[in-house]
C-alpha cells in the first residue's frame, strides 16, 4: 500500500513538472487567477454581464492550454467554480442543506445539461443560475427585523409546506399583525411574496429537470396544476410548459421594493 501511494505521489510530481515546463510557453495563463477573482466578485455583485463575459475570458484561456482536450478541461472547471461558489454561500450562511443541493445540483446540470457544442450558452446559465442562489442570501434591510427574519425564512424554506398562519405562528406573532407590517414594509402581501418565490424556484426545475409540470407544482405546495400556471404566467408573462420549451425565454427575478418605512 505504501509502494502504492508513492508511485501515485511520485507520477503526480512528475506530471506537475512536465505541465510547468509546458505553461511556461502559453500567454495568458497568469491572468488566469487574476480574472478569476474578478468573475468572483461579479458573481457576489450580481454583475451577470460583466460575470458572463469574465468567464469568456477564463475559457479562452483554457483553449490555449487545452487543445482537443477543451471541453473535457471546461467541464472540469466549471465543476470547481461551482465548488468555489458553493464555499461563497456557507459563508452567507445558508443552510447548510440548500448548500450541498447547490452544489449536487450545478454538477448533474454540467455533467447532463451542458452540450458540447452549446458550451458558452451553457456558460451564460450557469453564471445565471450562480447570480440568482447568491441574489438569495441577501439580507433585507427593511427597519421591521420581523419582517427581515420572515423574508430569509421563506428563501430558506421555499419548498416548505407552510401557510401565512404557520408563518406567523413560527414567529410567535400573531396572522393579521404579520400580514399588516409585511404590507407595510414591503409593499406587497405575505402570500404574493410566497408566491413569487415560489415561481423564482420553480423556473430552474422546468428548466434543468425532467420533472412534470404536475410534479413542479406539488413540489412547490400550489393546490393544483391550473393554479400554479395561473400564478406563474401572471409573473413571469407565459405558461410553464412555454418557459419549459423555449430556453431563450429569460428568467423571472423579482426585486424586492426599497425600503417604504
Do not use: W
Not at 46 to 62: F, T
Not at 136 to 155: A, F, G, L
Not at 199 to 222: A, G, P, W
Not at 224 to 251: A, L
Amino acid at each position: 500500500m505504501l509502494q502504492k501511494q508513492y508511485s501515485i505521489s511520485e507520477t503526480i510530481s512528475k506530471k506537475y513538472f512536465e505541465e510547468i515546463e509546458i505553461i511556461e510557453n502559453y500567454e495568458g495563463i497568469e491572468e488566469f487567477f487574476e480574472i478569476e477573482a474578478q468573475l468572483l466578485r461579479q458573481i457576489y455583485q450580481l454583475e451577470l454581464n460583466e460575470a458572463r463575459a469574465s468567464l469568456r475570458q477564463l475559457i479562452d484561456i483554457l483553449a490555449i492550454r487545452a487543445g482537443k482536450d477543451f471541453i473535457r478541461s471546461v467541464r472540469h472547471y466549471f465543476v470547481i467554480l461551482s465548488s468555489v461558489v458553493t464555499r461563497k454561500l456557507l459563508e452567507n450562511q445558508a443552510p447548510s442543506k440548500k448548500v450541498f443541493a447547490f452544489n449536487t445540483a450545478c454538477i448533474q446540470m454540467i455533467d447532463k445539461q451542458m452540450k458540447d457544442a452549446e458550451f458558452l450558452q451553457f456558460a451564460d446559465d450557469l453564471i445565471e443560475f450562480y447570480i440568482y442562489v447568491i441574489s438569495e442570501r441577501k439580507q433585507p434591510s427593511y427597519r421591521h427585523q420581523t419582517v427581515n427574519k420572515v423574508i430569509m425564512y421563506i428563501d430558506d424554506e421555499v419548498e416548505s409546506d407552510f401557510s401565512v398562519e404557520d408563518i406567523a405562528m413560527y414567529f410567535s406573532i400573531s396572522t393579521s399583525h404579520l400580514s399588516r407590517i409585511f404590507k407595510e414594509h414591503v409593499g406587497i402581501t405575505l402570500v404574493e411574496y410566497l408566491n413569487v418565490r415560489r415561481v423564482e424556484e420553480s423556473q430552474y426545475y422546468l428548466r434543468h429537470t425532467n420533472k412534470s409540470i404536475s410534479e413542479i407544482s406539488d413540489q412547490f405546495h400550489f393546490c393544483n396544476q391550473s393554479y400554479y400556471t395561473r400564478i406563474f404566467k401572471k409573473y413571469v408573462g407565459c405558461t410553464p410548459k412555454h418557459f419549459r420549451d423555449k430556453p431563450e425565454e429569460e428568467y423571472y427575478r423579482y426585486k424586492l421594493p426599497e425600503r417604504l418605512l
